[in-house]
């Protein structure tokens, strides 16, 4: 009897099926310093345990980003390591913020399949929830996987594909109990500009570029203990689609959001992601540039010392961001885009 794990294969899931993930993770300063170093994070409320202090937390934060990863790294044994390819996230928000000492496990439930139309693979829909060691909600979000399949004659499934929102509503967008904004160091956070500064439909080139090192993008997914084989096995990757190792998307992620400091350095928080997409791979020695567009611009209901903007955040690689590069007028995206993230962000408001 095989004692090793294969992962699931499409033929595996179950509608409604439940998977707790093993190996809870207790994140750590050193994890924050790891994160700090591998994608350069600026933000404060997750640098300083005097800057977040003053706003009401306890101290310093787990990068709301690097929390993501811990979670989704938990669930790939289970739900993605036969991926082909992961297609999108929605309805993911963020709870409780996350501190060193926190321990962070995640549970999935299939929520969708389909099979696919060529009988080798399928689309699994789940949603995952993570949360720390006191059963408290630090994530809960829904992405959808292509999956292989172990059997091409396996019978399909019936298919349901899940509804699910465009954005998360700001009513349900969670602000930190206790935290509050009305005395907010601007100076000691890197930028002037508030809530108020920005307009719906306003586009900010975020001008730094950051090249990625083949080290580096290892190192941080295995940092989330993410244990997709296409970002580790040069030996078989070398034979593979690409015939080298992809990135993770997640890395993307966490550049571009890191890149975003320069134009967006009071976005303290990330409350939601709205959906995204990782529209074409990244590869070690590529240069990620990233711009900004404002969506749309809400006050939060009962505060007055901060409000929320949804983003869309573009990463391209290997040219700048000047021309703000996404989908033309005939419909087709810029060669150099890679990632197509939508979120939302909690932002200080200035009070008079």
């Known amino acids: 009897m095989t004692k090793t794990n294969p992962g699931n294969y499409f033929e595996d899931f179950r509608l409604g099926q439940e998977i707790v993930h093993a190996t809870p993770r207790t994140v750590t300063e050193g994890d924050m310093a790891l994160y700090v170093a591998l994608t350069g994070s600026r933000f404060a409320l997750h640098s300083a345990d005097t800057f977040a202090q003053d706003l009401g937390f306890e101290g310093a934060t787990i990068d709301d980003v690097l929390a993501f990863h811990v979670v989704f790294g938990k669930t790939v044994p289970d739900v993605s390591l036969n991926a082909v390819a992961n297609l999108g996230y929605a309805a993911c ?20 399949l389909k099979e696919n139309s060529n009988g080798k693979t399928g689309t699994v829909y789940v949603r995952s929830v993570g949360v720390n060691q006191r059963d408290e909600m630090v994530l809960d979000y829904c992405r959808w996987v292509m999956v292989r399949k172990r059997d091409d004659s396996a019978p399909a499934p019936d298919p349901v594909v899940p509804e699910l929102p465009d954005a998360v509503a700001v009513h349900d967008l969670i602000v930190p109990t206790g935290a509050g904004f009305a005395v907010y160091d601007t100076v000691a956070a890197g930028s002037p500009h508030l809530w108020d500064d920005y307009e719906e439909g306003e586009r900010i080139d975020h001008v730094d570029g950051m090249t990625i090192e083949e080290a580096e993008h290892a190192m941080a997914t295995r940092l989330y203990q993410n244990t997709a084989r296409v970002h580790f096995n040069q ?27 320069n134009g ?28 900004s567009e404002v969506l749309e611009k809400h006050e939060l209901p009962g505060r007055h010392d901060i409000g929320v903007l949804r983003l869309r955040t573009v990463a391209v690689k290997d040219r700048s961001c000047a021309d703000f590069p996404g989908t033309g007028a005939d419909g087709k995206t810029d060669p150099s885009v890679v990632l197509d993230l939508d979120y939302t962000v909690l932002m200080p408001r200035r009070v008079s």
Not at 269 to 284: D, E, K
């Open 93 to 112: 928000r963020f709870g409780e913020p996350v501190y060193p000492g926190d321990t962070l496990s995640s549970v999935s439930q299939v929520i969708g």
């Open 264 to 291: 967006l350095a009071n976005a303290v928080r990330v409350a939601a992601i709205n959906g995204g997409r990782h529209v074409a791979p990244t590869f070690a020695g590529d240069t990620i540039y990233a711009w």
């Open 235 to 261: 030996h078989t990757e070398k034979d593979g689609r690409f015939g080298r190792r992809l990135i993770y998307g997640g890395h993307v992620i966490s550049i571009a959001r890191a890149l975003s400091f």
